[in-house]
């Protein structure tokens, strides 16, 4: 029934890789990674992209290449790397450690949501959308054969949109996008140290004292910042001395791994299930990042020894032979590990001056896909303002606000994921069609007190895990998109889209107005404001004249075909501003200048 060809556990084989996922692996620090001098000054992307100004207008040694850096990040996967790249991206130096001594392998949770993929634009990094594979469609076959009983879409099908254009979701594994976080932090000169690992820590009012420990030796690190990205079993939140409160599920165990084998009769273009959840039970998911016959699988079932077959590639061969009816070649079984569905959260967030984030302080179960997403949304949120605290401009209190609009988002998601996970206990069948709620495109922070909406009907409820309303927008909802506008003034360079303005390392104000003369008074009285860290545009309906624009200093956009007007749900002849966050996120919808400023009273020192 089968052969074993190269049985061991390593990491997959660069030479079996499709070509277009090979490159990223070629790179090196002394070859293709930029070093923070070679940095582009204008970065090819949607909507055209430059790096932050602090890197086009100062010398990037005096920023990047502190001896000390203030800020350290525990744990280098996808959470700490995104947390990394986003105080780079603000000027922020960072020292980054693992205590794992090589990158971890394994596709892991690999599902990427709309509202991942636009973080991911907004830190420009479009490998992400570009290397991920849409889902694929399931295939279920009747017991004991390769005759198709049922063929479904886990996820809904869902075309981009001019507000939504990545409302695709897609598939890529947790080893190729560490690999190209990595790799983008290179650009800063910013390198993982694997093989280091924090032992304990301490702080006081100033500063945090880390004790690190590499190759036997002990080192005492002092810094001003510490981000805990070191997983559920990491040392961060126990130092801390947070609760970590919930269950673990013992009826919601699966063994998962990598594996690359040929088999008689599959395709590779779907998602193919074999077995029963509840006895014994096996998932393929197709994946060329693993090579060109790799796979990605689950088993499961109480018929089955999770914990043996999670030690022994041989039954894990066994268990999968016996379940599809071919002729099946094992090449190498790449990663495998047992899986126990943890639903556990903290009381809060931080500590002082160390945070949390990720794993570390929430887990669940895998169904709905939310670990990675949830994770790398918790630094998105955290390190903008961590950035403005250190550079001076913010009060420490704006972090209090991490904790506050994250705690709530996380509470709702793990109610999400456990009733999915109860549907798929009850049903015996994991692959139960999702909600389009874990697409996260109605997460909010509506409650938040460093929001503003002047246009909000007050006491409403909020569910901050809510499901996307495209008729309605608040301050606190990610902000849309709107392709196809026109540049007619202002600005160094040709923006097409709005998700073109928003940039990680500041804030951009939208005056929507129906002439530029209209909005001249609001950007006269917000000028003040560092233009490194709040961007003013207009955004004038197709019908406005713009032959005075000519000399505006900001951008001025005409919505040529109405996708900004209908997102933002603006009425003709209407003025309105909309101030929206680092984060993606909208801070604030104000009558005027005065309403904008009232938010970033919120936000900045002496606003």
């Known amino acids: 029934?089968?052969?074993?060809?190269?049985?061991?556990?390593?990491?997959?084989?660069?030479?079996?890789?499709?070509?277009?996922?090979?490159?990223?692996?070629?790179?090196?620090?002394?070859?293709?990674?930029?070093?923070?001098?070679?940095?582009?000054?204008?970065?090819?992307?949607?909507?055209?992209?430059?790096?932050?100004?602090?890197?086009?207008?100062?010398?990037?040694?005096?920023?990047?290449?502190?001896?000390?850096?203030?800020?350290?990040?525990?744990?280098?996967?996808?959470?700490?790397?995104?947390?990394?790249?986003?105080?780079?991206?603000?000027?922020?130096?960072?020292?980054?450690?693992?205590?794992?001594?090589?990158?971890r392998i394994g596709q892991r949770g690999a599902a990427i949501w709309a509202r991942s993929l636009e973080l991911f634009n907004f830190l420009n990094v479009p490998e992400v959308n570009d290397l991920g594979?849409?889902?694929?469609?399931?295939?279920?076959?009747?017991?004991g054969t390769l005759e198709l009983m049922t063929e479904y879409s886990i996820v809904p099908h869902m075309e981009p949109t001019p507000a939504i254009p990545f409302y695709v979701s897609k598939m890529i594994g947790?080893?190729?996008?560490?690999?190209?976080?990595?790799?983008?932090?290179?650009?800063?000169?910013?390198?993982?140290?694997?093989?280091?690992?924090?032992?304990?820590?301490?702080?006081?009012?100033?500063?945090?004292?880390?004790?690190?420990?590499?190759?036997?030796?002990?080192?005492?690190?002092?810094?001003?910042?510490?981000?805990?990205?070191?997983?559920?079993?990491?040392?961060?939140?126990?130092?801390?001395?947070?609760?970590?409160?919930?269950?673990?599920r013992d009826d919601a165990r699966i063994v998962v791994g990598d594996i690359r084998l040929n088999c008689v009769g599959l395709d590779r273009l779907h998602w193919h299930q074999f077995g029963h959840?509840?006895?014994?039970?096996?998932?393929?998911r197709p994946t060329d990042e693993i090579g060109e016959d790799g796979w990605q699988f689950f088993i499961f079932g109480g018929d089955v020894d999770l914990t043996k077959a999670a030690q022994s590639e041989e039954l894990v061969f066994e268990i999968i032979a016996s379940l599809i009816p071919t002729e099946i070649t094992f090449n190498k079984l790449v990663w495998v590990s047992e899986y126990r569905a943890n639903i556990r959260m903290v009381n809060k967030f931080s500590e002082g001056r160390v945070f949390v984030v990720g794993d570390a302080a929430h887990v669940h179960s895998p169904t709905g896909g939310q670990g990675l997403n949830s994770s790398v949304q918790d630094a998105f949120n955290l390190c903008w303002k961590l950035a403005l605290v250190e550079k001076g401009l913010a009060d420490k209190s704006l972090l209090e606000t991490y904790t506050a609009e994250r705690l709530p988002v996380i509470s709702e998601m793990l109610e999400l994921t456990t009733t999915i996970l109860n549907q798929v206990?009850?049903?015996?069948?994991?692959?139960i069609p999702r909600n389009p709620i874990t697409f996260m495109l109605g997460v909010n922070c509506r409650f938040s007190n460093i929001v503003l909406d002047e246009?909000?009907?007050?006491?409403?409820?909020?569910?901050?895990?809510?499901?996307?309303?495209?008729?309605?927008?608040?301050?606190?909802?990610?902000?849309?998109?709107?392709?196809?506008?026109?540049?007619?003034?202002?600005?160094?360079?040709?923006?097409?889209t709005l998700f073109g303005l928003y940039r990680p390392w500041s804030h951009t104000v939208l005056v929507f107005a129906p002439s530029y003369a209209d909005a001249t008074l609001i950007l006269g009285a917000l000028q003040a404001?560092?233009?490194?860290?709040?961007?003013?545009?207009?955004?004038?309906?197709?019908?406005?004249?713009?032959?005075?624009?000519?000399?505006s200093a900001d951008p001025v956009l005409v919505d040529q075909e109405g996708h900004a007007y209908s997102a933002y749900l603006m009425e003709a002849g209407q003025t309105k501003v909309f101030v929206i966050r680092p984060d993606g996120v909208i801070g604030a919808i104000v009558h005027g200048a005065e309403g904008a400023k009232k938010y970033f009273s919120k936000i900045f020192l002496d606003a």
């Open 277 to 284: 959840f509840k006895t014994r039970g096996l998932s393929l």
């Open 133 to 143: 594979k849409p889902v694929p469609v399931i295939r279920s076959y009747q017991s």
């Open 174 to 248: 947790q080893q190729l996008l560490d690999v190209i976080l990595r790799s983008h932090l290179e650009k800063f000169s910013c390198f993982v140290e694997l093989g280091t690992e924090l032992r304990s820590v301490e702080q006081s009012n100033e500063s945090v004292t880390a004790v690190i420990a590499k190759n036997g030796i002990l080192e005492t690190f002092n810094t001003k910042w510490m981000i805990g990205a070191d997983g559920a079993k990491g040392i961060v939140r126990k130092q801390l001395g947070l609760t970590f409160l919930g269950e673990t």
């Open 529 to 551: 404001y560092d233009t490194s860290v709040v961007r003013l545009a207009v955004v004038l309906p197709s019908s406005a004249s713009v032959t005075s624009v000519a000399s």
């Open 1 to 103: 029934m089968f052969s074993c060809v190269n049985r061991y556990l390593l990491g997959f084989d660069e030479h079996s890789l499709p070509e277009r996922i090979k490159s990223i692996f070629r790179r090196s620090p002394t070859s293709s990674h930029m070093s923070v001098n070679q940095v582009p000054t204008r970065l090819q992307s949607s909507g055209g992209r430059r790096m932050p100004p602090f890197l086009c207008d100062s010398d990037p040694k005096n920023l990047l290449m502190n001896s000390t850096p203030p800020v350290l990040v525990v744990g280098a996967g996808p959470a700490g790397l995104v947390a990394a790249l986003t105080l780079l991206q603000n000027g922020i130096p960072v020292r980054i450690i693992d205590k794992d001594p090589n990158p």
């Open 455 to 496: 246009f909000a009907i007050p006491g409403k409820l909020i569910n901050a895990y809510g499901v996307l309303d495209e008729g309605n927008l608040e301050a606190g909802d990610r902000a849309p998109d709107a392709p196809n506008m026109v540049q007619v003034g202002g600005g160094e360079f040709d923006v097409k």
């Open 425 to 431: 206990v009850k049903a015996g069948d994991m692959t």
